[in-house]
T-cell receptor, first 114, second 115 residues
Framework: EPEVTQTPSHQVTQMGQEVILRCVPI?????FYWYRQILGQKVEFLVS????????KSEIFDDQFSVERPDGSNFTLKIRSTKLEDSAMYFC????????????FGSGTRLTVV | AQKVTQAQTEISVVEKEDVTLDCVYE???????LFWYKQPPSGELVFLIR??????QNEISGRYSWNFQKSTSSFNFTITASQVVDSAVYFC????????????FGTGTLLAVQP
């Protein structure tokens, strides 16, 4: 079964550093999402991406965050200057079409900011 | 407002007991989808079921069953004869019409199955 691949699985970074989280979507999927889960809390929507642009973003997704799909395959989430409160599990999810409401989640990247 | 409520924060049962996890949702849309995901201690999100708003048939898959009732805006999940491997956090989620169809998650229910 096709998978969404996220790398790295775990990243530790110093406060103030930039991090890039990577996701390889399923090849025929058109809609891409990032979600965040702070330890012990619910999964929260960050941003959706379609046709090479952001289609919706949450209040969490401020100017510190950006997404892109630079080479047509990897879908990346960049956090410019990490804060302690950015420590969380970040999930990438992809979906094929508007009419297909099935989402495929990656296994997540655990980001620890120290 | 679109919202998913999982009022049960933690449930503890003994193996072989049946357990029901509650999910109540709010949406103004007439077309929507409901989901259940399992998150084991390893952290990944495991898809369990998707149900659309026009299909109120209950579903059974092995020891798992789901009861969808539009009249009470509920989509409850029952595990029959629970096992230790069922121990996990279970999330109910909703998506509705709109270009992005983002998923809105409930706060999750931690299920602990004791041997």
């Amino acid at each position: 079964e096709p998978e969404v691949t996220q790398t790295p699985s775990h990243q530790v970074t110093q406060m103030g550093q930039e991090v890039i989280l990577r996701c390889v979507p399923i090849s025929n999927h058109l809609y891409f999402y990032w979600y965040r889960q702070i330890l012990g809390q619910k999964v929260e929507f960050l941003v959706s991406f379609y046709n090479n642009e952001i289609s919706e973003k949450s209040e969490i997704f401020d100017d510190q965050f950006s997404v892109e799909r630079p080479d047509g395959s990897n879908f990346t989430l960049k956090i410019r200057s990490t804060k302690l409160e950015d420590s969380a599990m970040y999930f990438c999810a992809t979906r094929r079409t508007v009419l297909n409401y099935g989402y495929t989640f990656g296994s997540g990247t655990r980001l620890t900011v120290v | 407002a679109q919202k998913v409520t999982q009022a049960q924060t933690e449930i503890s049962v003994v193996e072989k007991e049946d357990v029901t996890l509650d999910c109540v949702y709010e949406t103004r849309d007439t077309t929507y989808y409901l989901f259940w995901y399992k998150q084991p201690p390893s952290g990944e999100l495991v898809f369990l079921i998707r149900r659309n708003s026009f299909d109120e048939q209950n579903e059974i898959s092995g020891r798992y069953s789901w009861n969808f009732q539009k009249s009470t805006s509920s989509f409850n999940f029952t595990i029959t004869a629970s096992q230790v491997v069922d121990s996990a956090v279970y999330f109910c989620a909703l998506t509705y019409g709109g270009a992005t169809n983002k998923l809105i998650f409930g706060t999750g229910t931690l299920l602990a199955v004791q041997p």
